[in-house]
């Protein structure tokens, strides 16, 4: 059965870092597209950053430009995202996603969806 699990959120101050990671089975992990997503409290899932299967090449939401670094060990099966100078409106639950196509992921769509893990970033 696929799985995506991940793992790695907590509760940090603002201007501190946190590493999140979704680890990946029941799929052949280095020929999908894989993504991090995150959902605000009240708000829309909204996409964060994705990682093509072909090349390893990496797109980010501009919005999320700077402080967020995705990647990925094919060897591990595992995605990973390093979140830097977070803020309070990093605060949101962060799901990880993959697709046999960028452009799916590119669209806000998944095939496979993690259950998400808290991240949450006081004052």
């Known amino acids: 059965e696929v799985q995506l699990v991940e793992s790695g959120g907590g509760l940090v101050q603002a201007g501190g870092s946190l590493r999140l990671s979704c680890a990946a089975s029941g799929f052949i992990f280095d020929d999908y597209a894989i993504a991090w997503f995150r959902q605000a409290p009240g708000k829309e899932r909204e996409g964060i950053s994705c990682i093509r299967s072909t090349d390893g090449d990496t797109y980010y939401a501009p919005s999320m430009k700077g402080r967020f670094t995705i990647s990925k060990d094919n060897a591990e099966t595992t995605l990973y995202l390093q979140m830097n100078s977070l803020k309070p409106e990093d605060t949101g639950v962060y799901y990880c996603?993959?697709?046999?196509?960028?452009?799916?992921?590119?669209?806000?769509?998944?095939?496979?969806w993690g259950q998400g893990t808290q991240v949450t970033v006081s004052p």
């Open positions: 996603a993959a697709d046999g196509r960028e452009q799916t992921l590119r669209n806000g769509r998944s095939e496979y």
